[in-house]
């Protein structure tokens, strides 16, 4: 069979979601940044509520989200998305609204918004990328950047006896009686981006059930601030991220799995 | 018994050269072409097209979403 | 329907926000304004009107609740006090740079630092030079007595949503926590989520409702050609402002030959200088701004050819008497007098700096 006969409407299985804009986006080349966007979009394409998401982008690398999430969006100042969620939320209860943060935003400067709005068990969606990083400003350290993990502001590896260690913001939240569902996932090979899809697929249909905030953190790679190849970045992250951020579902159904 | 036949089609302006979805592919369809797309990147097409199975490991993989995928039961 | 009360200042301008329609209010403790969320919260205007009021974890964070819910075309609201408001920056020039609208209260306590929690007007320059970061004014208008704190709510949200901007209500611990009688108006109903829609479709984030294409709020323009369009398009509003939405008021200004120049709780201390001073024979008067921006700059200008000397009254030391000079341009001299720390000058500490430092010849 001739390839021409293969590549015809009828036969596409798989093409790309209209709630994904035109723009080329502008994440470095194997971005895990494109991915979580892409399957955050597939979700809300697939449960049809585009007429009733809200999407807020940090500062950070996706603070350019809006260009490419084709739903409604507002672009928050750094560390404030849970705010403005819990402000466009709380005056429209029936709404699908989720923030889209990285780990400087989210688990730095944004700490308190975070854990208060999870506190409060606001009816969002929080999609947190952790990639152990500042990409946008350069490859700073970041509060999830990992013990002996290089970065501009720790050429010589993160040193904990100064600067402390990771912090787990998933489990710290998952305690908080509002936080309905956690799941940490990556998107680096398909079976991955399978299971994190599945992930965010569940913590969007939560927010029907209004019983609580749901928080998916997807671990993800950043080449340039790593300095690897994109494929040499989901090895390394799969050694050494993996080890520490461990992948799996923390809470469901308002109950911490027990591991 | 009918064999899968598959295809993909790259936006190869839009690819960046990444190369994640090589190592995706469970039949190593894709290389990275000698030439380069506007923008400087090899974009990745198939290399090796008959054993493409249509499985879409390669598209839902690509950060960029540049891949479509098609699939069609051929009778040998 | 209307109603007549005896109310603190803080309170009444929480019961006007719900007899505005207001729809959200996110607030956080600071005295000497903590009463407008107490208030709000015993309310509990859910059950009257819909409206939402939230504490929050900090003033950042309520600001940006004010922000997100203002995305979505809601008629949102804050207050805190001087070191909360200096919290608040960030969020009201992002506010100001996505071209939002919501009001913003500030019951301006003594400062700088934790200061004190007694009255001041050291908040002027902080208030009308922008505040934030980059090239933006806030519209401010200026209460003077416990009526203004409830009427100035709704004339803030026509200018908040008139040009899409956050506005600014310049009050103090005085005028916040003294009791007054206060009309209240009728009950004004809260926009429907469909009004809503048909009046901000074309802006507003509250989803693609009718698969309309997406809004986008942001104040972001990495490419400089379009950020300074927006800030042209931001200084066009403020031109405007002057030109549409200029208030003041002149009190026994026709025959005066000197000029108190005063707002908010200075202004009504001023007036009875004013009486005082006219009692020993000098004809002076009074310009209370209404809206500190825009400021009364011709109407200062036009004085001029009036009177021999301007004073100004404010609880600081000096801020507003500069953008008198730049005003007037030194075509008369103008003057400072002031008590700070949250102390209160009396009408007669006014009178003899008047004698003093314009009178005196």
Redesign the interface.
């Known amino acids: 069979?001739d390839?021409k006969?293969?590549?015809?409407p009828e036969?596409?299985?798989?093409?790309?979601?209209d709630l994904?804009t035109e723009n080329?986006?502008s994440?470095?080349?194997?971005?895990?940044?494109?991915?979580a966007h892409?399957l955050t979009m597939e979700v809300v394409e697939e449960l049809g509520i585009?007429?009733?998401?809200?999407g807020?982008a940090p500062v950070g690398c996706s603070?350019l989200a809006?260009d490419f999430m084709?739903?409604?969006?507002?672009?928050?100042?750094h560390g404030?998305a849970p705010?403005?969620?819990?402000?466009?939320s709380?005056?429209?209860p029936d709404?699908?609204v989720f923030t889209y943060q990285g780990d400087g935003d989210l688990a730095a400067i944004g700490t308190?918004?975070t854990?208060?709005a999870c506190n409060r068990g606001e009816n969002i969606v929080i999609i947190f990328i952790n990639n152990g990083i500042y990409g946008m400003t350069g490859g700073q350290m970041a509060p999830t950047t990992l013990p002996g993990m290089r970065s501009s502001t720790s050429p010589y590896g993160r040193d904990v006896r100064s600067m402390g260690s990771p912090i787990k913001i998933t489990e710290l939240i998952s305690n908080l009686p509002g936080v309905y569902f956690v799941s940490r996932q990556a998107?680096?090979?398909?079976k991955h981006?399978?299971k994190a899809?599945k992930a965010i697929k569940q913590a969007f249909e939560n927010v029907k059930l209004k019983k609580g905030l749901s928080f998916v953190e997807i671990v993800s790679n950043c080449?340039s601030g790593w300095k690897m190849?994109?494929?040499d970045a989901?090895k390394w992250l799969e050694e050494n991220m993996l080890d520490f951020y461990q992948l799996g579902d923390i809470k469901i159904d308002g109950q911490l799995v027990q591991k | 018994m009918a064999k899968i036949?598959?295809?993909i089609?790259v936006d190869t302006e839009?690819c960046?050269?990444?190369?994640?979805c090589?190592?995706?592919c469970p039949t190593e369809v894709i290389g990275m072409a000698k030439d380069v797309n506007g923008k400087g990147?090899h974009f990745a097409f198939?290399a090796n097209?008959e054993a493409c199975t249509?499985c879409?490991?390669c598209?839902?993989?690509?950060?960029?979403?540049?891949?479509?995928?098609?699939?069609?039961k051929?009778d040998e | 329907m209307a109603e007549l009360k005896l109310m603190k200042g803080n309170e009444a301008i929480a019961e006007a926000a719900i007899r505005a329609g207001v729809?959200?209010y996110?607030g956080y403790p600071i005295t000497p304004q903590s009463e407008v969320i107490e208030y709000l919260m015993s309310e509990q205007p859910e059950h009257r009107t819909g409206m939402?009021v939230?504490q929050?974890?900090?003033e950042?964070?309520?600001i940006?609740?004010?922000?997100?819910?203002?995305?979505?075309g809601?008629k949102?609201m804050t207050s805190s006090s001087s070191p909360g408001i200096s919290l608040k920056q960030?969020?009201i020039s992002?506010l100001a740079g996505?071209e939002l609208p919501a009001v913003i209260l500030n019951v301006v306590r003594g400062g700088p630092g934790l200061g004190t929690i007694q009255p001041s007007q050291a908040d002027y320059f902080q208030s009308v030079k922008g505040g934030g970061h980059g090239d933006y004014r806030l519209y401010v208008l200026a209460p003077a007595s416990v009526q203004e704190m409830a009427d100035f709510v709704d004339d803030a949200f026509e200018m908040a949503f008139k040009y899409k901007t956050p506005v600014l209500i310049l009050s103090d611990g005085l005028i916040g926590q003294m009791m007054e009688k206060v009309l209240l108006k009728d009950q004004k109903a809260r926009l429907t989520?469909k009004e809503l829609q048909e009046r901000h479709g074309d802006w507003a984030?509250?989803?693609?409702?009718?698969?309309r294409e997406?809004?986008?709020?942001?104040?972001?323009d990495l490419q400089s050609e379009k950020m300074e369009n927006r800030v042209h398009r931001l200084m066009a509003k403020y031109k405007r402002m002057e030109e549409e939405d200029l208030r003041f008021e002149k009190i026994k200004c026709d025959d005066a030959d000197y000029l108190i120049v005063a707002y908010g709780s200075s202004a009504r201390i001023a007036q009875k200088t004013v009486d005082l001073a006219r009692a020993k024979g000098h004809k002076v008067g009074l310009l209370r701004p209404i809206t500190l921006f825009p400021y009364p700059k011709k109407e200062l200008m036009e004085m001029t050819k009036q009177v021999k000397g301007i004073l100004s009254v404010e609880l600081n030391m000096g801020q507003m008497v500069e953008d008198i000079r730049l005003a007037v341009e030194h075509k008369v001299p103008v003057e400072h007098f002031g008590r700070t720390g949250g102390i209160i000058h009396t009408p007669e500490e006014i009178l003899k700096a008047l004698e003093e430092k314009i009178i005196k010849g």
């Not at chain 1, 084709?70 to 100042?77: F, K, L, S, W, Y």
């Not at chain 2, 960046?16 to 994640?20: F, H, L, N």
């Open positions: 069979m390839i006969d293969i590549i015809k036969n596409q299985v798989y093409k790309k979601t994904m080329a986006l994440y470095c080349p194997g971005c895990g940044h494109g991915t892409r585009k007429e009733d998401t809200i807020v603070v809006y084709n739903v409604d969006m507002q672009q928050a100042a404030r705010a403005l969620a819990t402000g466009i709380r005056t429209w709404k699908y308190a918004e854990i208060h998107v680096h090979t398909p981006v399978r899809k080449n190849t994109p494929n989901n | 036949r598959g295809a089609v839009k960046k050269g990444c190369e994640v090589v190592p995706a990147y198939m097209p249509g879409s490991n598209a839902i993989v690509c950060p960029d979403g540049v891949i479509s995928v098609f699939r069609v051929a | 729809d959200a996110f939402v939230l929050a974890e900090s950042v964070a309520a940006n609740m004010v922000y997100g819910a203002a995305g979505t809601k949102v960030e969020g992002y996505a989520d984030t509250f989803g693609r409702v009718g698969g997406r809004n986008i709020i942001t104040s972001l």
